[in-house]
């Protein structure tokens, strides 16, 4: 007697029926997202991307950061993406335009509640908030133009600690590349222009990232 069509699918695909289902992957922030001073392809949400595809998933990647966003102008020209992509999976990486615009603290965190109510009025939830930390930019090597490079440093990691907490908060995944970072800086894998990582910064953050989806 051959085998049933039901069962032979499950020997071949596995209980869950085969293959992952596509990832709609929608990347929001900054230069640090769209990746000023890199080509697009090089940027992490694009590396990440093509990691996921070599790995068999099939992703189809929204990046719609903008060079000099803060989360004001995110909640207001980004966010408006999510009708639009209906994504299954967000990176969410601000917070150094709010820090170099002096808004202070309390109305960053504000906004990243504003952005996280949205994010979950939209379906998302959990694992799929994939959220990263602003790198460690003091060590640039323009930074002293934004002020002294400890002082900075040390309003960095409040603004990523803020970035942590309010993503805890609302239940998504807070991925801690500070460390990473931090020697990236040190080997001063930055691009041209001075300020932005480099391809291979992102290289390493992809990287890290791939096993979050």
Do not use: C
Not at 45 to 63: F, H, T, Y
Not at 130 to 151: C, K, L, N, Y
């Amino acid at each position: 007697m051959g085998l049933s069509a039901a069962l032979l699918s499950w020997l071949i695909g596995g209980v869950d029926g085969g293959a992952a289902p596509p990832i709609r992957y929608l990347a929001l922030g900054d230069s640090f997202t769209i990746g000023t001073g890199t080509p697009e392809r090089l940027n992490f949400p694009s590396q990440l991307s093509a990691l996921l595809k070599r790995s068999g998933r099939e992703v189809k990647l929204e990046n719609v950061a903008v060079n000099g966003y803060s989360t004001r102008e995110l909640i207001r020209d980004e966010l408006p993406a999510l009708e639009v992509v209906k994504p299954t999976h967000v990176t969410l990486a601000v917070g150094a335009n709010d820090l170099v615009r002096g808004k202070g603290p309390a109305e960053y965190r504000a906004r990243l509640k504003q952005i996280f109510g949205r994010l979950a009025a939209a379906g998302l939830e959990g694992g799929r908030i994939i959220v990263i930390p602003q790198p460690d930019w003091s060590q640039a090597p323009i930074a002293e133009a934004f002020g002294d490079r400890d002082e900075l440093r040390g309003r960095i990691e409040a603004y990523n600690a803020i970035l942590a907490e309010e993503t805890a908060a609302a239940g998504g995944r807070y991925v801690d590349l500070w460390p990473l970072m931090q020697e990236q800086g040190a080997r001063r894998l930055f691009a041209a222009d001075g300020l932005h990582p480099s391809q291979k910064a992102y290289t390493a953050w992809a990287e890290a990232l791939l096993s979050r989806f």
